[in-house]
């Protein structure tokens, strides 16, 4: 599955705006034809957006079960002999897809994309009918987890174990788009980078797909050609394989995210994709970006915004990119779920180092006030082999959408999982094993939870960098930054003897914003700057950590709770983007001012 890209032999059209929508409570629409006509019902909803927080009824922002979308598009005339594909970039969590009267996709797994090819439902120069069922229920089975329970009274209501509101809907855009019948269906790139020579080198693989099957004569023929920004030709060559050496590279990396242009050819279609040339590598406990050791400032962050909820926001990718800037962060993680695409292309772009995470969150059934007291995670009743073949799935699938993004530079395989469990360790083990064998150009990590620090973990020798989410001095020792300095240096020298890169992926406090104590006390915004300057202190003494992100870049929905006051309040900026004292502690930290 290739991203949409416009180009000579590809038309796409994005079917955003207002689709008719409708509830499913009695989970009767398949059964009875909901697909099979014009939806119900006279509401509208947009796409992208969840719908949670567009509704004013309770019961339906907290709804469990499916909703429907549908709308009307039209397959141009001129598209007459080429393959159309429908594709949706994301319906959180379940979704299932019909054009016109056939039922054509079905897809598990809320932040990747899935399409399906409907040239032989179509009819050219005439309306298309698209219906999608999204379905938001988490179990056992799921990636992440949850559990639903049926009440007495015929309410539905359902939890999770992650601290992040669980969002619906089409969350990013539906693509109508076409391609010729011989076409290119997915590319690997990978690159190099000699920085003594300056030699750098991309490797393409591409698979095609080739009408009539098979017959070797029909095979069309594969070229790449490799441009510089400015489009000048540096290298061609053919074949399905292929490596186009440049000579004096200049490598992709934060102060100069240079791209060239890979063109890729297959008989008739043309695709074109940005390439960044660089290299990451773990040497010892550095991590190394072409060669250089690379130091990491930045935060963990959330697809998070008032009333779109999660759906994918252009506005608020640019707000939050100019603040990254303003901030002088270098990286983010996509804590927890693999980000929309345009968020990926615009870090290509703008030169983010971005750590990919999957949607494992809350592979924990007992932690803090999400999960049940002594709750065991990974055995067959719970996390079992289900939610590992979901788990697997999840990593496949955002692995073959971000691998070409020279903006990733490593794979989170799980946020915070119970790897203080002996089961965790048979559990993880393949998982890395998969992950480094679909991509062993990048390290591969996770976010080490609380409850199991070193003398506890089972796992972590597996991974290639050590990353640790800690609250001390919130969650630990809350109120006492005195102890929380102490006990994060003591537990940042015990990890450091795996003599591994360690990266703090969370750090933090709630502060609410526009409160104010003097001498400083939780959840003001003083004590929310005194706890990430005592963090950063302790930083400062470990050589080996290599890196630092605050949780949060911004305020975010959750669950309700009685310590979660309107949402998680960690960030360090304002659910709205605007700064509180911690953002100005940061920028000066992070982006001195200049002599
Ligand atoms: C964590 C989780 C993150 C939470 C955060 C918090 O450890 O990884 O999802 O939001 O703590 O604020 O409690």
């Known amino acids: 599955m290739l991203t949409p890209r416009p180009s000579s032999s590809r038309e796409y059209q994005r079917l955003d705006g207002l689709w008719r929508f409708r509830f499913d409570p009695f989970a009767e629409g398949e059964a009875t034809g909901w697909w099979a006509g014009p939806l119900a019902g006279g ?76 040239t032989d439902l179509v009819e050219f120069g005439q309306p298309l ?56 269906d997915a590319v690997t790139v990978r690159t190099g980078f000699d920085p003594a020579s300056g030699r750098g080198l991309v490797r393409y693989q591409a698979e095609v797909v080739n009408a009539g099957a098979g017959a070797q004569e029909t095979q069309a023929p594969t070229s790449a050609v490799l441009r510089a920004a400015d489009g000048a030709e540096l290298a061609r060559t053919t074949g399905l394989t292929g490596e ?12 100069d995210p240079y791209l060239y242009q890979l063109d890729l050819a297959h008989g008739e279609d043309r695709y074109s994709l940005p390439v960044g040339v660089r290299t990451v590598a773990v040497a010892g406990d550095r991590l190394l970006l072409n060669g250089q ?13 008032a009333l779109r909820g999660k759906g994918h926001d252009d506005a608020r990718l640019v707000r939050d990119f100019a603040l990254l800037e303003w901030i002088g962060a270098n990286s983010f993680r996509t804590s ?64 073959a959408r971000d691998r070409n993004h020279p ?32 991509d062993p150009t990048r390290p591969v990590c996770f976010a080490n939870v609380a409850t199991a620090p070193p003398a506890a973990d089972v796992v972590t020798d597996l991974f290639d960098l050590i990353c640790v989410n800690r609250y001390y001095g919130w969650y630990a020792s809350p109120g006492d930054l005195a102890a929380a300095e102490q006990d994060l240096t003591d537990e940042l020298q015990a990890w450091a003897r795996y003599g591994k890169p360690i990266i703090i992926t969370e750090f933090g406090a709630d502060a609410l914003a526009g409160l104010h104590a003097l001498p400083a006390t939780m959840w003001s915004e003083e004590y929310q700057v005194a706890l990430i300057a005592a963090a950063l202190r302790v930083f400062d003494r470990v050589p080996e950590v290599i890196g630092a992100h605050v949780w949060n870049f911004a305020d975010f929905a959750t669950a309700e709770a009685v310590h979660r006051p309107g949402g998680n309040h960690k960030g360090v900026f304002t659910r709205d983007r605007q700064p509180k004292a911690a953002a100005w502690l940061l920028r000066e930290r992070w982006r001195p001012p200049a002599g």
Do not use: K
């Open 336 to 399: 927890h779920y693999p980000y929309a695409e345009e968020v990926l292309d615009y870090a290509d772009r703008q030169g983010l180092l971005v750590i990919g995470e999957t949607p494992a969150v809350g592979l924990h059934l007992s932690l803090g006030h999400m999960g049940d007291p002594g709750a065991r995670t990974f055995a067959p009743d719970r996390i079992g082999p289900a939610a590992a073949a979901a788990h697997r799935a999840a990593i496949t699938e955002l692995i």
């Open 129 to 184: 009918r698209v219906t999608i069922r999204v379905g938001n229920e988490l179990t056992m089975e799921t990636i992440p987890p949850g559990v639903i329970t049926e009440h007495a009274d015929g309410r539905r209501t359902q939890r999770w174990f992650h601290d992040f509101y669980n969002y619906a809907g089409l969350h990013r855009s539906v693509w109508l788009y076409c391609t010729p019948p011989s076409y290119l």
């Open 43 to 118: 509401r509208e909803m947009p796409v992208p957006a969840s719908y949670n927080d567009l509704v004013t009824e309770p019961g339906e922002r907290d709804y469990v079960g499916d909703v429907w979308y549908q709308r009307d598009a039209w397959v141009p005339g001129s598209w007459a002999g080429r393959r159309v594909v429908l594709r949706c970039d994301a319906a959180t969590h379940h979704g299932t897809v019909w054009a016109n009267t056939e039922r054509v996709a079905d897809h598990a797994g809320g932040y990747v994309p899935f399409e399906a090819d409907i």
């Open 407 to 438: 903006c990733v530079i490593a794979w989170s395989i799980a946020n915070e999982p119970d790897t203080a469990e002996q089961a965790a360790r048979p559990y993880f083990a393949p998982l890395v094993a998969a992950t480094r064998e679909l």
């Open 293 to 305: 050791p690379v130091q990491l400032r930045g935060f963990g962050m959330h697809e998070d915004g």
């Open 244 to 255: 186009l050496p440049v000579p004096s590279a200049r490598p992709w990396h934060p102060g």
